[in-house]
């Protein structure tokens, strides 16, 4: 009895030192192996972010109104390392209130990711990065399949030099859906020659099994980043095929970034769920290290 108390004591003594030690800790210190594996200065971005914020929460920012959007952003903004946007689903996107929610996205310390599923050939892939959404010139990251072959990854980073910035690709090597045609071999393809591109910032794995996310993390090694959606604190069956696993068990089975959507957008209170799963995933981290 005495032994477990003190066993207690010692295990939350070591945590509080290693959250005091992280307020002044380098990101290089906080992500260790993955900080010294992976020079993309955007995954170092991301890192650095995570650490500034406390945080590893993506949100899902999936509303269909711009006032809608702006609301969601200025209540739970502080929690998060980066905002995933669907650009295409607004009812009334213009580009002028665009600019101005990514420049306070932005003044709010975030990555902007656009989720687009680019899935062309690349040369057509680069100009589906202008056009009339130019994601280009505001998204950090996208998502890319790799169903079209690896030349994707090219046409879409030459749509960032196009203007002279620098942009992440996340390809999809696993999804949270249930029933998709993710195979396990379509999935070690995809590590295999995604791993070694240097225009590729990481791989989306599936949130909501973290025995596939464990899978994953053995295949891509240490270096490049992965990146859940299908998670929530309600673990279980979501809206129309959607599966949901826990944000700790995600982080402990190798994910570097919670992407969540109606766990914070349709709760009660967006700020507090914000909060709890911004808690969670940084403390998951600093226990992983
Ligand atoms: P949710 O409300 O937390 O279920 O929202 C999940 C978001 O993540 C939503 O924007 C999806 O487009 C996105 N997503 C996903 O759910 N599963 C996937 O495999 C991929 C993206 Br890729």
New binding site residues.
């Given amino acids: 009895m005495l032994l477990s108390i003190i066993k207690k004591r010692l295990i939350a003594v070591s945590y509080e030192d290693k959250e005091l030690l992280a307020n002044t800790m380098q990101a290089s210190e906080v992500w260790g192996e993955r900080w010294q594996n992976n020079s993309l200065p955007m995954a170092r971005t991301y890192m650095e972010v995570a650490c500034r914020k406390k945080s590893l929460v993506c949100l ?1 920012a ?1 509303r269909k109104t711009m006032d809608g959007l702006n609301q969601l952003l200025d209540e739970v903004g502080p929690y998060l390392a980066a905002l ?1 946007t ?1 650009v295409d689903l607004i009812d009334d996107w213009s580009a002028d209130s665009w600019k101005l929610f990514c420049d306070k996205a932005k003044e709010m310390d975030l990555l902007i990711f656009e ?1 687009r ?1 680019f899935a062309d050939i690349g040369k057509i892939s680069r100009d589906q990065m202008s056009g009339v959404y130019d994601i280009r010139s505001w998204a950090d990251l996208v ?1 890319a399949h790799m169903i079209s072959g690896q030349d994707i990854v090219d046409g879409l980073q030459a749509g960032w030099k196009d203007v002279g910035r620098n942009g992440g690709v996340l390809l ?1 090597a ?4 249930r029933g ?1 045609l993710l195979s396990p071999e379509y999935t070690e393809t995809v590590v295999k020659s995604g791993s070694i591109h240097d225009g590729v910032f990481g791989f ?1 794995g ?1 949130g909501s099994k973290p025995e596939d996310l464990k899978n994953l993390r053995v295949q891509v090694g240490q270096g490049k980043l992965i990146w859940t ?4 604190i309600a673990v279980g069956d ?2 129309m095929g ?1 599966r ?1 696993g826990a944000p700790d068990e995600a982080i402990h089975a190798g994910s570097d970034c919670i ?5 914070i ?2 709760s009660e209170n967006p700020a507090e769920s914000a909060s709890a799963y911004a808690e969670v995933s940084w403390s998951a981290l600093l226990k992983r290290r």
């Fill in positions: 899902a999936d995933k669907h989720d599923k998502t999809l696993q999804m949270s859906s998709n989306i599936n959606p299908g998670v929530n979501g809206e959607q949901y992407i969540v959507g109606s766990g957008h349709k």
